[in-house]
């Protein structure tokens, strides 16, 4: 385990107190790591500041000693962007977690870092209100760590990501210096918009205190449908048809493969007897009967086209919510099989020539492998899941999977696509950076980074070498 | 007029041929400046390439030779952006205009930066879509002039900026390189998404050349609201109403004597006969009935609470037309006074203070100034416009205005507003720039121009000195 310099120590207990210093090996492995277990953590401490104040003044310390900080929220990322593997101090934003000033005619809240989202979408809930992203790990991902990887999840297609709910964000940047961006102004054309750069750049830009939060107006019934598709070109005429007509609030899809698994381990049932090889399912407001009818009408064209050849809606909100289990409970189905994940996108209308090019190169050099998909196919990402064969061994497995990876990033970048859809780079991915952004790009990104960070603090070693 | 070096004109001429070069007073006129007329334009020259690649070479020669590029599109600016006053080399994109590769699944069409507004939007309607993003000067603003000053306009509440419609941009940065940014990916958590730092830049960062635009579906049958309201509170709260149970795609607001001056110089009659100190104009889908009834109820609730007086809603697409009018016609209506304007942006709930103290000031120190509000209240965004009176000669009326510009900055700085809500900071408001952003941001703007412009040739002098 990392030392901490007993200098910089006391410093530390004096800014924030002694007991919002840790330093015993059970915290440093548990604010050490995130959600990945590709690294070993290995931190030299972990502090816990109560204010913007200490936290500019842990930086301002921390840069007068080189100490790299790793900024941590709910540490539910999937690219190891919160890992501290390398010696450095964990600043957990986990007592920075205020709501405050409600704004009714702007729609906006002020929430510290450290807010849980689930604690944001019941604050939102309890003034007539909503925040719409939601994803999985709602229940422990903190607002800052969404800000800094611009969570997406299973709205993406009618709400956005998170950065299009930042109406103001607050940073320290690697000099200890306060940066309030945008200030929850609607309309701010006056020079470079700041608070997009910081928003998905992993907190290597600086940390985030603060955010504005944008609210909207609570969604009404929602009816869900699954749809069984011959192919994935029939899953996006599908998308296609009813994008035109009905106003989606999340456009997923499956295969057959994963429906088997989830129905298999979970107390669910298949939604329909025939057998598909994929599943798209859909969310849409019933904002009256009309939207009902438009959705049958929509269903019955599409069955007609040959694109659709089953199909169920739900008719009550329980059955809305099973559903969605489908889909949403294949991560936790897989995990048993120490699944490899990737999480990759293109644009949307190319996801079905991605997907076979990606099934081909994997069949054809390891066809014991099974490829489990799904994904938030309305936004073209995608969710690439290998199950490990049991005969395998795991390491043996990984090796294998680092080869698949340059083939699917190979596929990627010949489609224009993107090497993290939705995840970020964080330490997993940078390797693979190139795939999806050029050599000059990635030295603007670095030239950026040494105007807010110059002494090179601020999550040294996430999204690229610096 | 500034004298372009002949060999550099020599060299131009070989990029895009010789009758792309323009050098005559009419055209440096024509091409040097924007709608503002504070400036005498002044470039060296206007080139039109007709294509990426004589970009990339026009940039690469003036490199080598330290001369300064302005970017040119439809020249709508109100905030001096475009203007080449100082002997610059003009580079217009009326040329690049290709509307291409449109995509029904993803809804996405490429677009070569001169392409005027209007284009794509009557583009989207043959293809059953439609480009939400619309302002007066749609007619003759360019895709690339827009992305570059962020354009907002009259359905922000419901559409957002232009920045929000940009599914991808390419640019061409100070060094002559192509950076092609985001792709049209949905999701894309692949590094800094340097794409939303080039949007609103104002050409500062690099020539934008081509963008992938977003579209939507179009909207359905749309109804218009006039609403008469004894003060700005209450109109606030009558957004708030509204927007609670209606999704609005426009709410604007102008004050009585616009409404005089517009009804006095335009075709067109009063919404109703009682007269009030403020009007709101609201438009919303009437996705059906409901919608309809939802709208007279919330009418009804406001007028029990006192918030409006009087109103009317649009039986028709002609009516709606011209009630729309009352309020687009303003800005023409008022030329002739050669206002000052300003635009300006606080967060929503603060408008009605903010104007308060706007007025105040105003109306103590210039008690013959009339002051014209209007603007796009739903986002915070309003426009101050102040008659020159008759007595008072320009030039004097011009320096009375320059002290009411501080004056009205100083305020907007104190309720942490923008100097520049949607028109862009460009020559006009860069001495204004710190009463919205802190020194550490202007630095960091700064460097991150160095980025992307090492020659500093990119629109220097635009926004910030550089």
Redo the contacts between chains.
């Keep these: 385990m990392a030392q901490i310099d007993t200098e910089v120590l006391a410093a530390l207990q004096a800014i924030t107190g002694e007991d919002r210093v840790l330093t015993d090996a059970e915290n440093l492995q548990y604010y050490g790591q995130d959600w990945t277990r590709f690294h070993q953590p290995a931190p030299c401490a972990v502090v816990l500041p109560g204010s913007i104040e200490e936290v500019q003044s842990i930086v301002r310390l921390a840069g007068a000693h080189q100490l790299a900080l790793v900024p941590s929220g709910g540490r539910t990322g999937l690219s190891a962007g919160a890992v501290a593997a390398k010696g450095e101090l964990v600043v957990a934003m986990d007592r920075i977690n205020h709501i405050a000033d409600f ?6 809240v002020r929430c510290g870092a450290g807010v849980i989202t689930e604690q944001l979408q019941q604050y939102a809930q309890g003034q ?1 209100l909503c925040y719409p992203v939601d994803f999985a790990s709602a229940g422990s991902s903190q607002i800052g760590g969404n800000i800094a ?2 969570a ?1 999840g299973i709205k ?1 297609i009618r709400h956005g ?1 998170t ?2 709910w930042v109406a103001g964000v607050k940073l320290v ?1 690697g000099t200890g ?1 306060l ?3 945008n ?12 608070r ?2 910081v ?3 992993e907190g290597t830009l600086g940390l985030i205190v603060e955010a504005t939060m944008q609210l909207d ?1 609570p969604p009404g019934d929602l009816a869900v449908m699954v749809l069984g598709a011959p192919d994935m070109g029939s899953v ?1 005429r599908v ?2 048809a009813f ?2 007509d009905l ?1 989606l609030s999340a456009f997923e899809f499956f295969s057959e493969l994963a429906l088997q698994k989830v129905v298999a381990h979970q107390d669910l049932q298949r939604p329909f007897e025939s057998v598909s090889d994929y599943y798209a399912l859909l969310e849409f407001e019933v ?2 009967e ?1 939207a009902m009818e438009r959705a049958m009408t929509l269903f019955e064209h599409c069955v007609e086209q040959g694109w659709v050849v089953d199909g169920t809606v739900s008719q009550s909100v329980a059955q809305a919510q099973n559903l969605w289990r489908l889909r949403e409970d294949i991560s936790e189905t897989i995990t048993p099989w120490t699944p490899y994940k990737n999480d990759i ?5 190319k996801v079905p020539d991605f997907l076979a090019e990606v099934e081909a190169v994997v069949n054809s050099n390891y066809p014991d492998f099974e490829i489990i998909w799904f994904g ?1 196919i309305g ?3 995608v969710h690439l899941n290998i199950l490990k064969p049991d005969a395998l061994a795991v390491e043996t497995f990984r090796d294998q999977c680092g080869q698949v990876s340059k083939w699917v990033f190979e596929i990627v970048q010949r489609y ?10 964080g330490l997993l ?1 940078k390797e693979y ?1 190139t795939y ?3 050599p ?6 670095k ?2 980074k ?3 960070d110059p002494h090179g603090i601020m999550n040294p070693g996430k ?2 070498d610096f």
Aim: glycine share 10%.
């Design positions: 704004n009714p005619v702007d729609r906006t007539g990887t611009n997406g993406v990501m950065r299009d940047t210096e940066l309030d961006l200030r929850g102004l609607i309309k701010n054309n006056a020079g470079y918009d700041l997009h750069l928003i998905g750049a107006r996006m998308l296609a994008q035109r106003e904002v009256d009309a996108s293109t644009i949307i209308s938030h936004d073209g990402n224009g696509g993107s090497v993290s859809a939705e995840h970020g780079v991915k950076l999806s952004r050029s000059l790009e990635i030295e603007i990104m030239q950026i040494l105007a807010f999204i690229f």
